[in-house]
């Protein structure tokens, strides 16, 4: 299970709510009182037959400043932190909103080899958004929620941090995985490895993604609570976890959220820095 994670405070959630939704500023109603630096994104189209990761190398995709604060923000199992939670059902997702009927479906380019249809469309609809000034998701359709990391569940002593995203037919997961995904901002996270020998302490790693200074991860959540999503490693995890969170690019945000959320399962193509946390002797 991932050990903990750095995650962003409320202010700079709203901020950066606002800018996937194209709301200049959050709910001052919703925000923290005191002030804080907001991340900007800066929208850039991107050829539809790139891979939505791939094209971070080449300054081709929305962009978020780091967030300034003083101390980072680790969130710990049972912590209560801010989750970007939608105001909509996710069994429907956002089609119906706003600007869906303005969207062109249509890939006009070869897209990149291995990359699900599903995957191909959102990543020409949201160009096509882009081009036309449009947000990557409807306005009000996100909002931020202090939710507990870690689902209760009656059979265990402890509440289920992580969720298997091949999970999604289980009966205590049904409900949640079809009506309620939201989503975790942060921006890294930390697994521990195996131990080099019986009996001594396992190392612990640091995980970010390239170029990207906030990191969105597929979250389920019920009632006040949520459990981080995760899918099989890819190349670059598996050698320290069977398991990795579901990273999403910022332009797959409305396909997790959306019916059609399973085509995200594969996240082999997601690039990833990794180090120790502290040197292994």
Same mark, same amino acid.
């Given at each position: 299970?991932?050990?903990?994670?750095?995650?962003?405070?409320?202010?700079?959630v709203?901020?950066?709510?606002?800018?996937l939704?194209?709301?200049?500023?959050?709910? &001052? !109603? =919703?925000?923290?009182?005191?002030p #804080? /630096? +907001?991340?900007e994104?800066?929208?850039?189209? *991107? &050829? !539809? =037959?790139?891979?939505?990761?791939? #094209? /971070? +190398?080449?300054?081709?995709?929305?962009q978020? *400043?780091?967030? =300034?604060?003083?101390?980072?923000?680790?969130?710990?199992?049972?912590?209560?932190?801010?989750?970007?939670?939608?105001?909509f059902?996710t069994?429907?997702?956002?089609?119906?909103?706003?600007?869906?009927?303005?969207?062109?479906?249509?890939?006009p380019g070869q897209?990149?080899?291995?990359?699900?249809?599903?995957?191909?469309?959102?990543?020409?609809?949201?160009?096509?958004?882009?081009?036309?000034?449009?947000?990557?998701?409807?306005?009000?359709?996100?909002?931020?929620?202090?939710l507990?990391?870690?689902?209760?569940a009656?059979?265990?002593?402890?509440?289920?941090?992580?969720?298997?995203?091949?999970?999604?037919?289980?009966?205590?997961?049904?409900?949640?995985?079809?009506?309620?995904?939201?989503i975790?901002a942060?921006?890294?996270?930390?697994?521990?490895?195996?131990a080099?020998?019986?009996g001594?302490?396992k190392?612990?790693y640091?995980f970010?993604?390239?170029?990207?200074?906030?990191?969105?991860v597929?979250a389920?959540?019920?009632?006040?609570?949520?459990?981080m999503?995760?899918?099989?490693?890819?190349?670059?995890m598996?050698?320290?976890?069977?398991r990795?969170p579901?990273?999403?690019?910022?332009r797959?945000?409305?396909?997790?959220?959306?019916?059609?959320?399973?085509?995200?399962a594969?996240r082999?193509r997601?690039?990833?820095?990794?180090?120790?946390?502290?040197?292994l002797?």
């Open positions: 299970m991932c050990a903990r994670y750095e995650a962003l405070t409320i202010e700079h709203q901020a950066v709510i606002a800018q939704t194209g709301i200049e500023k959050a709910d &001052p !109603a =919703q925000a923290a009182p005191e #804080a /630096a +907001e991340p994104l800066e929208f850039e189209s *991107e &050829p !539809a =037959q790139l891979d939505l990761f791939a #094209a /971070a +190398e080449h300054g081709s995709q929305p978020l *400043e780091r967030p =300034q604060t003083r101390e980072p923000v680790d969130v710990y199992p049972s912590a209560v932190t801010p989750v970007i939670v939608p105001t059902d069994a429907v997702g956002d089609g119906a909103l706003e600007f869906a009927d303005e969207l062109a479906f249509e890939s897209p990149a080899p291995g990359t699900a249809p599903s995957q191909r469309n959102l990543a020409h609809a949201s160009t096509h958004a882009l081009d036309s000034g449009h947000p990557l998701l409807p306005p009000h359709s996100l909002r931020a929620e202090r507990s990391w870690g689902c209760e009656p059979w265990l002593k402890q509440p289920v941090f992580n969720t298997r995203i091949e999970s999604a037919e289980k009966p205590f997961w049904r409900q949640s995985m079809e009506h309620d995904r939201c975790i942060c921006r890294k996270f930390y697994e521990y490895g195996p080099p020998e019986p001594a302490r190392p612990q640091v970010t993604v390239p170029h990207m200074h906030v990191i969105f597929g389920v959540r019920k009632g006040g609570a949520f459990s999503i995760t899918t099989a490693a890819n190349g670059i598996a050698p320290i976890h069977a990795m579901l990273v999403l690019h910022p797959e945000l409305d396909l997790w959220l959306g019916p059609d959320y399973r085509a995200l594969d082999s997601v690039p990833l820095n990794v180090s120790p946390v502290r040197p002797t």
